[in-house]
């Protein structure tokens, strides 16, 4: 198999250690090799991407959206999103997909299967492209509230909009969410605040959350973000980034390869590879 990613900066990217464990696991030989494009040669670069012979690639910051129109095909879920994190190369045809948002829903899932089996509510912090996946992937599922906060209240309601027939929640800024986390079971960090280097960084205090509530936080370097520790302290569950990571490379492998992938396998040895790195930082 020939895959790859492409985004700009990569190198740091822990994909490649994800796909090699995945080509392991399916019994496949091949190699995933960063394609780091920078922004002033994309064009060219993409012209030359489609000349070599991949089987698949996946997509990210800050191509997400800039790689559309390049594809021959691009799946609903994707074009409803407006991203797409995953490439599928087939005869020469470029078919796009997005796996992020089903990612941390399968993941969360795995981990926490009381959250979809009815009744429960999610508020979403951050309305970017990263939200947008993650807000479409949970109102497919049995939640009978999903809200979002963010900075600007008008790039949320534009997320509710696009499927404002399944609307089941409301548009807050942090100010208001914070007096309102207590009636939520699930909360999910989707901005960059808090990523390395700014560790110190926080979206929102956690002061009146619900000790059974779950935290999950999509930045994953550090592994324990500011907003994690403290809903630690609270006595909240905490859900890390890495996890999203690997579940969303799980279901992009799966359509390049048509093979099934059991990312649980994989994961404390991702663990440890992380903390090692951490504490080497
Ligand atoms: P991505 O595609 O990775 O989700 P993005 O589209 O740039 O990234 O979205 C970034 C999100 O993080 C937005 O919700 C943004 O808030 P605004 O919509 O108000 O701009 C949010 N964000 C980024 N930096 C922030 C900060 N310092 N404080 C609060 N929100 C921030």
Redesign the pocket.
Known sequence: MELGLIGYPIQHSKSPWIHQQFLKQAGLSGEYILYEIHPDQFVEEIKQLKQLSLDGFNVT?PY?QKIIPYLDEIDDHAQTIG?VNTVVCRNGKWHGYNTDGLGLVTALKVRYPHLFEGNKSALIL???????GIYYALIKEKLNRVSIA???KS??ESIMNINSQDRRGEVFT?QEAECHLASFDLIIQ????GMYPNNS?K?INLTHIQPDTVVSDIVYQPFWTSLLREAHQKGAQVHHGHEMLLYQGKLAFEYWTNKKINANEILPKFLTLLQSENNKG
């Open positions: 910051v997400k991203a951050g309305a970017g492209g990263a939200s947008r963010n900075r600007t790039k949320a942090y989707t901005t960059s605040v960084e979206i």
